[in-house]
C-alpha cells in the first residue's frame, strides 16, 4: 500500500469518528474541527471534548463554530492544503435537533439542524473523493428532512453520488441498539456503497451484541470509587434515596415498575413514577432508573448517559450506573480508549460518538472504494472491541 490516504473530521467530538480511521493502515487523519458545545445555554468550548480527542487521535482539533466560520479559514488553521486534498471527509453534525427523543423536534425546525447544508460548503473548497455522515434517522425520515435534500442537491451539483440509508448497528456488531442514518457521498467516477454491501454475504452473531459479551468480565466496582487498574472503570456516587431505589430493583433487566406492589414502594418511588403508575401511564417511562439486560443489546446510548434516571443505564447486577468504561465498550469504543475531562463530559463523550466499532468499519468500506479491493470480513473489526472472527456468520 502506498501513502495512506487523508482524512478531515468535522464536528469531530470526542473522536468516535477518527478512531475507527486512524486505527485503520490505509488512513491518516490530518485535521478535525469542533465547537466543544455541551448543552445548548453553555458556553462554546464547555465539552471538552477536544482534549479527549487528542489524546486518542493525535491531532490537536480546531475550536470553531462551524454554524458561522468560513471554512477556508477553518480549513487553514488545520493546516490543509488544496493541493493534497484528503480522499475522506467525515462531518457528523449535532443530531439532538433532529432526534424523536426530544418532543419539541416534531413541531419545531431547531437552528443547529442547518449545520448539515455546512458540509456541502467543505467538500465544494476541499473536494474530497468521499463525504461521509452519521447522524439520528430522523435526518432521513423526520419531518424537517428537507436540511438533507438540500444537502444532496448541492453535493450533486459538486458531482458526488449518494447512499442513504438508516441501519441499526447490531446488525454490524454493535453491542447497543442503537438506529442511524449512514449517507456515503462519492465524487464521480468512483462507484459509491454502503454499509449494506460491505456486510452482502455476511451477518454477526446476535449473542455477539449481548451487554454479557461486552462487558461481563469487567471487575465489580462500587458507586463512586474507581477501579485501580483502570481510573475510566468508574461511575458516579449516588445519593441515598437513589442508592436505596437502584438496591431493590431486581437485576437482570428490571426497573422501577417492578417496585410496585412492594411494601416500600411508597418510600422509593419519586412524585412522577407514583403519577404514572397511578394514572396506568407508563410508555417508556420504564427506562428510566432500568437495569441492562445480560443477554441483550444495551439501550440507547445518549449524550445524557451519565445517571440512572435518565435512562436503562444501570448495571445488569451491580447497584450503579455503568461506568465510563463500561459505557464506552457498549459505544464500541476499543478498551485502550482514553476519555478527559469531567465524569459528567466523558458520558456525554460517549453518547455524542460515533461508535468507533463503525466508524472502523466505515474506513473499510472507504478503503474499498477507493482501492476497488472488497475487504476480507476479518479485517472490519476493529481491535480492542468485543466482536471476533468466530461472531461473523454467513447468510
Known amino acids: 500500500m502506498g501513502a495512506p490516504w487523508l482524512v478531515v473530521d468535522l464536528f469531530s467530538g470526542a473522536g468516535g469518528m477518527s478512531c ?30 477536544n482534549e479527549t480527542y487528542a489524546a486518542n487521535i493525535g491531532v490537536a482539533p480546531v475550536e470553531a463554530d462551524l454554524a458561522r466560520a468560513d471554512p477556508a479559514d477553518v480549513c487553514q488553521a488545520m493546516g490543509l492544503s488544496v493541493a493534497r486534498p484528503p480522499a475522506v471527509l467525515a462531518a457528523c453534525p449535532p443530531c439532538t435537533g433532529f432526534s424523536r427523543v ?12 442547518a449545520l448539515v447544508g455546512r458540509i456541502a460548503d467543505y ?28 444537502l444532496l442537491a448541492s453535493l450533486a451539483d459538486l458531482s458526488y453520488q449518494p447512499v442513504v440509508a438508516t441501519h441499526y448497528f447490531t446488525d454490524f456488531g454493535l453491542p ?39 462487558i461481563w468480565d469487567l471487575p465489580p466496582v462500587q458507586a463512586g470509587e474507581p477501579n485501580q487498574a483502570d481510573p475510566l472503570h468508574v461511575s458516579p456516587a449516588f445519593r441515598a434515596q ?19 406492589g412492594q411494601p416500600e414502594a411508597p418510600a422509593l418511588l419519586t412524585p412522577a413514577m407514583a403519577g404514572r403508575a397511578a394514572r396506568g401511564d407508563f410508555g417508556s417511562h420504564p427506562d428510566i432508573y432500568g437495569r441492562m439486560w445480560w443477554d441483550r443489546p444495551a439501550a440507547t446510548i445518549k449524550r445524557e448517559c451519565s445517571h440512572v434516571g435518565n435512562g436503562r443505564y444501570a448495571h445488569p447486577e451491580q447497584d450503579r450506573l455503568c461506568t465510563v468504561r463500561e459505557m464506552s465498550i457498549l459505544q ?12 459528567a463530559n466523558m458520558y456525554r463523550h460517549i453518547g455524542d460518538a460515533v461508535p468507533p466499532l463503525i466508524s472502523y468499519q466505515l474506513a473499510g468500506l472507504c478503503a474499498w472504494m477507493l482501492s476497488d479491493t472488497r475487504p476480507d470480513p476479518a479485517d472490519l473489526l476493529l481491535p480492542g472491541c468485543q466482536l471476533t472472527t468466530g461472531d461473523l456468520l454467513r447468510g
Request: net charge positive.
Open 176 to 214: 447497543q441498539r442503537r438506529e442511524r442514518a449512514i449517507i456515503i457521498a462519492a465524487l464521480r467516477p468512483l462507484r459509491v456503497r454502503g454499509l449494506a454491501d460491505l456486510w452482502r454475504g455476511w451477518r454477526a452473531a446476535p449473542k455477539a451484541t449481548h451487554v454479557r459479551r461486552a
Open 102 to 113: 426530544v418532543a419539541s423536534n416534531h413541531l419545531r425546525d431547531d437552528h443547529r439542524n
Open 332 to 343: 464500541g469504543f476499543p478498551r485502550d480508549y482514553q476519555f478527559t475531562g469531567t465524569l
Open 123 to 150: 467538500a465544494a473548497l476541499l473536494r474530497p473523493d468521499i463525504v461521509v455522515i452519521e447522524n439520528a434517522r430522523e435526518l432521513v425520515t423526520g419531518r424537517f428532512g428537507g436540511h438533507l435534500g438540500g
Open 242 to 260: 437513589v442508592r436505596r431505589r437502584l438496591a431493590a430493583t431486581p437485576p437482570d433487566g428490571g426497573s422501577w415498575v417492578d417496585l410496585l
Open 20 to 49: 475507527g480511521f486512524s486505527r485503520h493502515s490505509g488512513f491518516s487523519v490530518v485535521g478535525a474541527a469542533d465547537a466543544q458545545m455541551g448543552k445548548p445555554s453553555a458556553a462554546a468550548g464547555s465539552l471538552g471534548c
